[in-house]
């Protein structure tokens, strides 16, 4: 009887340890922020990669960046629910970046979402969130009907057309804004989110721009467009509107992030030989459903930005 008595008392001391260990682990995982990249396609369609979109996890928040083509399967695929998005920032308004809005908008007011969807975005955001409230005013009826009406507050949109700083602070959580050159597309804007120590920045669609590298100074992870190898262009540079993968690295490679990730890219072939002509550190070639944690290392499938030889990294991808 005394052993069964000693090995229960042994067997209670264990549980409550490893409960405390995944505690201590649980409260070091709330000062991570956890990304996810939802889509890191373009605007043609491809099964296998879907529209820009990326969700950033930090400290109970979670905020998307850009709004693509299928981001409410993706975020369904993450276990995200469209009705927990506590705000939505718009990098510019190119149809590939935005045609998820009435998903986002009307999935998340369906599946419970009882306050208004914030968006953040250049200048045209409200005409648009005007036009679209428009467009599906017939469904926005219906839905508020008897017997079972949606909350009105759910559905309503709550649009901020940006300039260039601090444009969001919870009190834990900072974004800011910034502007970038994306050729003709004025303005076009890149993120940077801060928060628990930790940064990542977004591009959006850009090409080589100073005032992202500005921006982009000292943070962990920097998420850069680039279309394709520079050889596979056939555009001459000064007609681009985006990066090519040899100017993500030469981004990274001054910026010196603990991660560098190249999204938004047509086209696979040549991308890392092109981006490691500029940059000889961690980066990865982004792909649908990708997480990357930030803490006191960043983390990607398993791989770890400290993971790295003499010369250069040991997980490229």
Known sequence: ???????????????????????????????????????TGTPFPNAERFGSAILVEVAGTKLLFDCGRGVVIRLTQAGVSPKEIDGLFLTHLHSDHIVGIPDLWLSGWFLGRSKPLPIWGPQGTSSMAKHLAQAFAFDTRIRQAVPDPLPAAGVEVDPKEVAQGEIYNDGSTRVSAFLVDHGAVKPAF???????????????????????????????????????AGWKNPA?????????????????AIVKPKLGVVYHYKDEEGLEDAVRKEYNSPFVIAKD??????GKTVTWNGKSSADRTPDGDKSRR
């Open 1 to 39: 009887m005394r052993c069964v008595l000693n090995r229960g008392f042994h067997l209670i001391v264990l549980i409550l340890s490893l409960c405390v260990i995944c505690s201590v682990s649980a409260a070091a995982r709330s000062d991570e922020m956890r990304v996810t990249l939802l889509g």
């Open 236 to 252: 001459p540079p000064s007609q681009r509107s985006i990066a090519s993968a040899e100017d993500g690295g030469r981004v990274f």
């Open 190 to 228: 890149g993120y940077r989110v801060d928060s628990a120590g930790h940064s990542v920045v977004i591009s959006g669609d850009t090409k080589f721009c100073q005032n992202l590298v500005d921006f982009a100074k000292g943070t962990d992870c920097l998420i850069h467009a680039a279309w394709s």
């Open 289 to 294: 459903l990708m997480v990357i944690n930030i």
